[in-house]
């Protein structure tokens, strides 16, 4: 990914220097502006508007102190964040992610990237993200809940149904959205749909917590249909085991594809078999266990410490659904020589600008996280919808929904890699896609 355009090279000199000690935010703005160019330039326009400057600076960045108490009594200090990156076309929206390694250039990065994620989802909403340092793994429902009411305590004073609405990310999943809409309402004294992801029983969409695994699979589906190819009879390797990798399984498998690998942070299981998801499902939401547990239902399997692993078994398509930079240039060039013929993106930027150069110079189909886990959000957006309809629509519709936002976002992209003279490179066509929208209306609202 090299970077031609004057003015380009300057912007990300100057960004670079404003936010030393970033790399993956300046990751992820270099991707976007290295498939820029041939926007920039055609639309003058935009740069006179100083479009490009004013979309790499968040609007707002919160930062803030969240005390709790372990079971013990003893208290523990985290960092809450949550940055409201751009609201041209929408109230902010992006998930809270809980995990030790968040700090301000992680949740940076995704709300850079969100910005222009919602914008492919053709729904109307802004770009933002949030998270903590806190770690879930081991602790109790009663230290889950106290973590997440003290986070509420400062978040809800800057959050709101047409403000910004935070959904779920690595580590927050039903429970802690239940624990934080609970904390809201009563500061708030009122019942809006601030949260998505919430429990059925009160306000949550159905399909919603299968919608980025299976939007995934239905961006991933158009991109092999229009190249002439299909999910039927190929090897796919699904990395993590959460939230987004359990339903992109499910989803690939449906499609008549064989899953013979998902993983966590500690390892991976290869099954040859073919995934049995009932059991991961069992081990994973149920007992939130490791996925080594694997074993105890298919002795069979096997499985390896590290998960930097699961790139080297031969497979037709990855799906990493884990985390950011989980694919580097090293692994990328194995799963080419073992025939690996598509990657696609489940969780945000998990390859590196080595890798995606890897699969582009390869001749790989390579769907971008920004479109192919954007049903994520907008089944999210759905759930609003139907929130302030105060109506619940069916499975069905839901999906259907999804269905045809997730058609229509590999449809844009397609036409924008077209347009721009780079057929087929969808990471291009989801970054012009995505920026245009933002891009006119920022244009529109004036120097804001
Ligand atoms: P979950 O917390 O449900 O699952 C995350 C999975 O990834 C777990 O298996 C976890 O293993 C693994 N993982 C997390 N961090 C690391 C790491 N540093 N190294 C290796 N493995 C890791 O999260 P989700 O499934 O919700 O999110 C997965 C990805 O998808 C993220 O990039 C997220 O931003 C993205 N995404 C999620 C959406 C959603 O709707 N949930 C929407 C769009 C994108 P372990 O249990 O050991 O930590």
Redesign the pocket.
């Known amino acids: 990914m090299e970077i031609k355009n004057a003015y380009l090279l300057d912007l990300l000199k100057r960004t670079e220097q404003r936010n030393a000690g970033e790399p993956e935010f300046i990751q992820a703005v270099t991707e976007v502006f290295a498939t820029l160019e041939p926007v920039i330039e055609k639309r003058q326009d935009l740069v006179d508007a100083g479009v490009l400057e004013r979309i790499v600076e968040p609007e707002r960045q919160i930062i803030f102190r969240v005390p709790w108490v372990d079971d013990k009594g003893v208290s523990h200090v985290n960092r809450g964040f949550r940055v409201q990156f751009n609201s041209a076309i929408g109230p902010y929206k992006g ?1 809270i ?1 809980l ?1 030790p ?1 968040v700090n301000l250039n992680i949740i940076k990065f ?1 709300g850079f990237e969100q910005t222009f ?1 919602n914008s492919l989802t053709t729904l109307p909403m802004g770009g933002g993200k949030g998270g903590s340092d806190f770690d879930p ?1 081991g602790k109790s429902d009663n230290e889950i809940m106290n973590f997440c009411q003290s986070f509420v305590n400062e978040l809800y004073r800057h959050i709101g149904a047409d403000l910004d609405v935070p ?7 039903a429970r802690e959205i239940g624990y934080m809409f609970g904390q809201y309402k009563r500061l708030r004294n009122e019942w809006v749909g601030v949260f998505t ?1 919430k429990g059925l029983n009160y306000g949550g969409s159905l399909a ?1 917590k299968q ?3 299976y939007g995934l699979c239905y961006f991933t589906n158009e991109m092999l249909q229009a190249n002439g190819t299909s999910f039927h009879g190929k090897t796919v390797l699904v ?8 339903y992109a399984c499910e989803k690939a498998t449906s499609y008549g594809a064989k899953v013979v690998a ?5 390892g991976y299981i290869y099954d040859k078999n073919g995934i049995d998801l009932d059991a991961v499902k069992q081990i ?1 939401e149920v007992e939130r266990k ?2 080594k547990e694997y074993l105890n239902y298919h002795k069979d399997a096997e499985y390896h410490e590290g ?1 930097k692993g699961i790139w080297t078994i031969p497979c037709d398509i990855a799906l990493p ?4 930079n ?1 694919i580097d240039g090293e692994s990328a060039k194995i799963l080419v020589k073992n025939g690996c013929k598509v990657v696609s993106e ?5 390859s590196t600008p080595e890798a995606i150069d890897t699969y582009l110079s390869n001749g790989l189909l390579y769907g971008p ?1 920004k479109a192919a ?5 907008a ?2 957006g759905l759930e609003m919808t139907q929130n302030s309809m105060r109506l619940s629509w069916t499975f069905e519709e839901v999906d259907e929904k999804l269905h045809g936002i997730m058609k229509s976002i590999f449809k844009a992209c397609d036409e924008a890699s077209t347009e721009y003279g780079m057929k087929g490179n969808y990471m291009a066509g989801a970054n012009i896609a995505g920026f245009l929208k933002v891009a006119e209306a920022m244009k529109a609202q004036g120097n804001v």
């Open positions: 998930g992610r995990h390694s995704l994620k793994k959904a779920g990310d690595i580590g927050t999943g992801g919603r919608a980025t695994g990395s993590g085991s959460g939230n987004v990798a359990i998902m993983s966590d942070s500690n994973k490791r996925i998960c659904c884990a985390t950011q989980e489940g969780a945000n930027m998990p996280a886990n954007a049903g994520g959000v089944t999210s």
